[in-house]
């Protein structure tokens, strides 16, 4: 079974609108991290939010929040406030222990 | 934040010579470092992780003859290419941690490889 799931290989949304990237895990460890990362065209990686396994409450980062929902093992990004700087590939990933996991990435078009 | 340098970020090679690429960790001290390449619009695909003053382990399919890997320090790894060939030209990212599943990777800004 794959460790990170993301389902949509493209995503477009509006200018100024709220987007959600949609990630899901997979794992039987009790402690796990939960990342998001940021590819522009330029290649490298930015990270942008951290959701940690026992943590109570939802990540944010300014124009960034996590939707962690634990039961169903998904772990969603929201960016509210689209700009066009957004575009970009995202990319969920796990940790377990020492090990990193990536899904396969979101592309998202900022639309002005 | 912590910041993870890469060098070169982009190089061209003719075929059958060696290429290494320096990954530095500036101000953490990274237990362990990955390698990983990618292709246009794909993942992250991981070729080895290393820790320091130990031999890397490498994912399966990938070449340890042709993909050097040392970890010399708690700062420094380095991935050489060794004898390049054309199908080698890809992009190469590394990444450094500590231990601690909540420590975040930290990558490097990337190196584009071109083998002619």
Known sequence: ?112 | GAVVSQHPSWVICKSGTSVKIECRSLDFQATTMFWYRQFPKQSLMLMATSNEGSKATYEQGVEKDKFLINHASLTLSTLTVTSAHPEDSSFYICSATGTGVDEKLFFGSGTQLSVL
């Open chain 1, 1 to 112: 079974a794959q460790k990170i799931t993301q389902t949509q290989p493209g995503m477009f949304v509006q200018e100024k609108e709220a987007v959600t990237l949609d990630c899901t895990y997979d794992t039987s460890d009790p402690s796990y991290g939960l990342f998001w990362y940021k590819q522009p065209s330029s290649g490298e990686m930015i990270f942008l939010i951290y959701q940690g396994s026992y943590d109570q409450q939802n990540a944010t980062e300014g124009r960034y929040s996590l939707n962690f929902q634990k039961a169903r093992k998904s772990a969603n990004l929201v960016i509210s406030a689209s700009q066009l700087g957004d575009s970009a590939m995202y990319f969920c990933a796990m940790r377990e222990i020492d090990q990193f996991y990536f899904g396969t990435g979101t592309s998202l078009t900022v639309i002005p």
